[in-house]
């Protein structure tokens, strides 16, 4: 059933009259003078807007990145990062090596990770070196080398970028990333 109600209001020269049919709201303008007698409709119509369905919700957007899928790999020796070396002189001579080095901490960040979240996600130092106790001995022929490499863990992961809207979804995931945390005390020596 749809309701009519209509509301005049008092000005000079004449009236508003305002009839409100359902969700329209139409007005019409009359003279009071007598030679016009009659009200009349104007071409003004107003249409209220409907409650629901004008406006869409809208969370906001967030963003954030993860360490997924990673995987510890204990007592590798890594080779790419020489902490300490021995080369023979002279033949029949035997290296040592006793001293305290600094072995390199690598950590591959990127991908809206700082170096600092990925640590903290892998649970190691952020630090860039670790300070190393280098002993090791073995006879080496003239021209060779006693090299000393450092051991510890190495880490394989990737990162993964979420976005929130506020629905949580993947935007992307990265290759494989590595780091390597070295040990304090433990040292890989090889004659090459």
């Known amino acids: ?9 008092a000005g000079v020269g004449g009236a508003l009259a ?21 009200d009349r409709p104007s071409a003004v119509t107003a249409t209220q807007p409907s409650q629901q369905g004008d406006v ?4 906001a957007v967030g963003r954030y990145s993860k360490v997924i899928k990673k995987t510890a790999t204990k007592n590798y020796t890594n080779t790419k990062n020489e902490i300490a070396r021995c080369t023979a002189q002279s033949a029949g001579m035997t290296c040592t090596i006793n001293k305290t080095a600094s072995a390199t901490r690598t950590i591959d960040a990127g991908f809206g990770l700082s170096r600092g979240a990925v640590a903290g996600s892998l649970n190691i130092s952020s ?13 080496v022929k003239k021209g060779k080398s006693l090299v000393a490499y ?15 809207t506020p629905l949580d ?3 992307g995931t990265s290759g494989w990333k ?15």
């Open 150 to 164: 450092p051991i510890g863990t190495r880490y394989k992961y990737k990162i993964e970028k979420h976005i929130t």
């Open 1 to 9: 059933m749809r309701l009519r109600s209509t509301i005049r209001i």
């Open 18 to 38: 305002l009839a409100v049919t359902g969700g329209a709201t139409t007005a019409y303008a009359s003279d009071s003078g007598p030679e016009r007698g009659a």
């Open 178 to 192: 590595y780091a390597f945390n070295p040990s304090a005390a433990k040292v890989s020596c090889k004659v090459k």
């Open 169 to 171: 979804y993947v935007a």
């Open 56 to 59: 869409a919700t809208r969370g």
């Open 127 to 139: 630090s860039k070196t670790q300070s190393v106790s280098v002993t090791c001995s073995a006879p």
